[in-house]
């Protein structure tokens, strides 16, 4: 055998074809890659108490709920929502509810036993956005109440939002009536007019009605464009009306 032959099984193996498979055949299946479920953000809470036993309660509430993520005690700086919760409001708590509005930028709500009448004013004041009885503090409720704080928003039993709208008409009685004033952007006397504007009176016809001139009614009505950066009365109109000021 000369040196430029190979051997046979060598030269086999070199071009041995690559094995296709047939049509249709099955192909070995790709390894599969777990999918990681991603967890919903959650709300940064910090829970505050009178003593260990209300606190512990609450706790163990949120603690299960994926919503929610309890914070120590040196995480609080960080809370989205702090909660404090109490047998009732007593001038102690009021003054913790005034601390922690200083001390967080989050929102707060009070989980309370006992709920005097009067109490409402004082809460406003210390910034609490939403209240729970406590004998209604199951965890759909706790939740629901922290994540309405976390959107903005407020939470308050029946009872006491009577009471507040109660004080609210209380004020536009004995503090705006007699001055004229409403709690809307207008006055009384603003309203009536744009009332008549979108009735089709003209300004003669306004002035008429209402016994001031029509410089008065021109002045006034022009008043109005002007502070709220309207273009012409017939938008005037349509922004008081979209807003319920008429």
Same mark, same amino acid.
Request: proline residues 11%.
């Given at each position: 055998m000369t040196s430029t032959e190979a051997p046979r099984s060598e030269a086999a193996t070199t071009h041995r074809p690559p094995v296709v498979p047939r049509s249709g055949s099955?192909?070995?299946?790709? *390894?599969?890659? *777990?999918? !990681?479920?991603?967890? *919903?953000?959650q709300i940064p809470? =910090?829970?505050?108490?009178?003593?260990?036993?209300? !606190?512990?309660g609450v706790v163990q509430q949120l603690r299960q709920r994926p919503e929610v993520e309890l914070l120590s005690e040196d995480e609080a700086g960080r809370a989205e929502v702090s909660l404090l919760v109490v047998d009732a409001l007593t001038e102690a708590v009021a003054e913790h509810l005034r601390r922690l509005r200083l001390a967080t930028? /989050?929102?707060? /709500?009070?989980v309370v036993g006992q709920f005097? =009448? /009067?109490g409402l004013q004082t809460i406003v004041e210390c910034g609490v956005a939403a209240v729970l009885r406590r004998s209604e503090a199951d965890q759909d409720r706790l939740v629901h109440l922290v994540t309405a704080l976390a959107n903005g928003e407020g939470v308050m039993p029946g009872d006491l939002l009577g009471e507040l709208l109660d004080r609210i008409g209380m004020l536009q009685r004995t503090m705006l009536d007699g001055r004229g004033l409403t709690l809307s952007t207008l006055t009384a006397r603003e309203t009536e007019m744009l009332r008549l504007v979108a009735d089709g009176f003209d300004t003669s016809e306004i002035a008429a009605k209402t016994s001031y001139s029509e410089r008065t009614v021109k002045n006034v009505l022009h008043e109005i464009i002007t502070r709220l950066g309207l273009r012409n009365r017939a938008h005037a109109v349509g922004y008081a009306m979209r807003r319920g000021l008429i």
């Open positions: 099955a192909r070995p299946a790709a *390894p599969r890659v *777990p999918v !990681q479920k991603r967890r *919903p953000a809470v =910090a829970v505050y108490a009178e003593d260990l036993i209300l !606190q512990t930028s /989050g929102r707060i /709500g009070l005097e =009448a /009067g």
